[in-house]
């Protein structure tokens, strides 16, 4: 990361240039290997894929992704193809030919990188003999009732034997490897104590031991130095795993973590400092069009007022144009990922807008996977019901339309008790019946498996959001990932980020670390409660915004995307590539020290005299008089302005490595 340099942003369409001395990728292969390649877990699989375009573009035909192979996916993802490059051709014909099944193709994502599919299921029968390659490599047995290490032990072995054959038929070429997280770690402990000619980068974008702590609900960032971590990983039955991460890291010659915060859980955790920190970035898309963006937000909002008008058919008594969409996605980690203090603070939302009568409604979405039997017989009907009423009004619309044409041909007026007929006006109350519905809307979209001791649906029944009529905030999980293909909510994660107007992750584990947000929930100073109030101001301050307020806000957080684009924020990977060869290939590459180094945190500039929304027109209540809404409507918004006011708060040069004067930064400090 870089230290003792200063970035100066001066506009936010030209960031600054890292004078970097540029690697010869054309002699030179790149792998990154991942048990997310083509298979989403969590947000391995995001980072990999945003970043793969970038990647793909700096190193063309050179770059590779190696996953496991999940037929469903295969089918879905990728596109096979033949390797054009010999010495992996040869690689992948090598293993095939020992009865591995290594699938090759390219993954039909921005970039289209190379994949390396490698089937885990047909190598099993090696497991034995490779559990004892793994112990005389470094001494970590792995019991056999853990498929889970079991799978990986596998999927290690393959990566190495494949990298192994790469090196063979290489022909000069020099090999980068970079293993995510400990499942792919195997590969890597494998590689080096076989002696191969690769250099080496191991990123953990979170600790194992660390997850597990904090899901005990621990003073995890406050403690770090006082943990016995044998013990702690020991007691949870982890011990293997804890090994197996621990000796990825010391075997690799770079090693990387995603944030300052996770850099610092790491030396304590893993005994020892990452080299570099990477962070974790977007593929920020621009568009030509200054408002093009609200007009996609617009697209989308509509698709989700679809689902939305289906799943909540019989009590669709609120105001669609007033209702602010609101969501949280990940792993489904129920206090890790802040769940437990997002549900609190949505029940002390719903008492505020409830207590304040407001006509503002806010429908919260609940991403994340969980076990389930099916969709909700419940949910599917809803959609039905809402569809067969538009086909309905359609259809009458039509005959209604074809009526008044023929009238007003005649230059007449037509009587409107003649043009909606006895027959009409039946249709009409027989989609009013069917809309009708004795139960409450569903609070999930499936049926889950262990719908009893579910920890979502059980906070639910404990703070009663079962979406009444008189609730103000009404909540919806939908315990998969997204997917344009379902029958369901049929948007991609992307456009339904697009189509809602806030996310919240409050996080009391975020290893992202640097997350960019436009509110900032203090989870480590404060006490939970205090955090859960906090959460819920910020929630009950955007629920009281006009829209205009909130199309400021938006505006302003899509300039500031470029600092977070991976165009930008990938120059800390090439710089961990360069930092590995140089490790692993002295003689061959050198580093130059004016190179961005080592782990000082990253700072995202705010800009200090512009609030988030201008509290000068703020209401005052969350119910804002029609007088108002004019006044905000007519009231002219200059883009330019704004866009200006923005470059003159970021121009100002700052240190990534500052602190005031005479304040000392406490031990284990971290910036957002």
């Not at 298979?39 to 793969?52: D, E, L, Y």
């Not at 050179?62 to 496991?68: A, E, R, S, T, V």
């Not at 007033?322 to 990922?337: D, M, V």
């Not at 906070?459 to 905030?473: E, K, P």
Request: proline share 5%; with cysteine.
């Amino acid at each position: 990361m870089l230290r003792g340099r200063s970035l100066s942003v001066t506009s936010l369409g030209g960031l600054p240039v890292w004078e970097a001395e540029r690697l010869p990728v054309e002699d030179l292969l790149l792998f990154e290997v991942s048990w997310e390649v083509t298979n989403k877990v969590g947000g391995i699989c995001t980072v990999i894929q945003t970043k793969a375009k970038t990647t793909a573009d700096e190193w063309g035909e050179n770059y590779f992704l190696i996953g496991p192979y999940f037929e469903h996916n295969m089918k879905t993802q990728v596109e096979q193809c033949e390797p054009a490059n010999d010495a992996v051709r040869k690689a992948v014909d090598a293993m095939n030919k020992h009865g591995c099944q290594v699938h090759f193709g390219r993954w039909l994502i921005e970039g289209s990188p190379y994949v390396v599919l490698f089937d885990i299921s047909s190598s099993a029968w090696n497991l034995d003999r490779w559990k004892g390659d793994f112990w005389e490599a470094c001494g970590v047995g792995i019991p056999h009732h853990d498929r889970e290490a079991n799978d990986m032990l596998i999927f290690g072995s393959l990566t190495a034997w494949f990298l192994k054959e790469v090196t063979d038929h290489a022909d000069g070429k020099h090999v980068i490897a970079q293993f995510h997280e400990w499942q792919a770690g195997t590969g890597l402990i494998l590689s080096r104590a076989r002696k191969l000619p690769i250099a080496t980068v191991f990123t953990t974008h979170a600790t194992l031991l660390g997850r597990y702590l904090c899901a005990a609900n621990i003073d995890f960032y406050n403690q770090l130095d006082k943990f016995d971590i044998d013990k702690e990983a020991g007691e949870r039955q982890i011990y293997h795993r804890y090994c197996m991460e621990r000796a990825s890291v010391h075997c690799a010659h770079v090693f990387t973590t995603v944030s300052e915060i996770t850099a610092i859980e790491a030396e304590h955790m893993l005994k020892r400092k990452p080299d570099v920190v990477t962070p974790n970035g977007l593929n920020v898309k621009k568009f030509s069009a200054v408002h093009e963006f609200q007009n996609l937000h617009a697209m989308y909002k509509a698709r989700i007022q679809d689902f939305v008008r289906g799943h909540f058919y019989g009590h669709l008594d609120f105001d669609l144009e007033k209702t602010l969409f609101l969501f949280i996605a990940g792993r489904y980690e129920f206090s890790n990922k802040g769940a437990d203090i997002f549900l609190e603070s949505l029940s002390r939302l719903n008492f505020l807008l409830r207590m304040h009568k407001s006509n503002v409604t806010v429908v919260v979405f609940f991403i994340m996977p969980a076990k389930t039997n099916n969709f909700n017989v419940e949910t599917l009907k809803g959609q039905a019901v809402r569809k067969q009423l538009w086909d309905t009004v359609h259809c009458l619309k039509e005959k209604f339309g074809k009526k008044l044409y023929d009238g007003l041909l005649r230059g007449e007026i037509p009587d409107m008790n003649s043009i909606l007929d006895r027959d009409d006006l039946t249709i009409m109350k027989r989609a009013i019946f069917s809309t009708q519905r004795q139960s409450l809307p569903p609070v999930t979209t499936h049926n889950m498996i262990d719908d009893s001791t579910d920890p979502i649906l059980s906070t639910i029944r404990r703070i009663g959001l079962f979406n009444n009529r008189a609730d103000r905030v009404k909540v919806i999980l939908h315990p998969e990932f997204l997917s344009s293909t379902s029958p369901l909510l049929p948007m991609d994660y992307e456009e339904f980020v697009r189509g809602c107007h806030l996310g919240v992750f409050p996080s009391y584990y975020e290893p992202w670390g640097y997350t960019p947000g436009i509110y900032i929930v203090d989870r480590r100073f404060r006490s939970p409660d205090d955090s859960c109030n906090q959460l819920t101001q910020f929630l009950y301050g955007f629920c009281k915004q006009s829209r205009r307020q909130r199309i400021i806000q938006r505006n302003r957080t899509e300039r500031l995307s470029d600092l977070l684009d991976w165009r930008y924020l990938g120059r800390y990977y090439q710089h961990a590539r360069h930092l590995t060869l140089s490790r692993a290939f002295p003689d061959k590459f050198h580093l130059e020290p004016t190179s961005p180094p080592t782990t000082d945190g990253f700072k995202y500039p705010r800009p200090s005299s512009v609030p988030p929304s201008p509290s000068g027109s703020q209401a005052s209540s969350p119910q804002s008089s029609d007088a108002e809404d004019e006044e905000d409507e007519d009231e002219r918004y200059d883009e330019e302005e704004e866009a200006e006011r923005d470059r003159l708060n970021i121009k100002s040069p700052f240190s990534l490595n500052h602190f005031p004067k005479g304040k000392k930064k406490l031990h284990g400090e971290y910036k957002n």
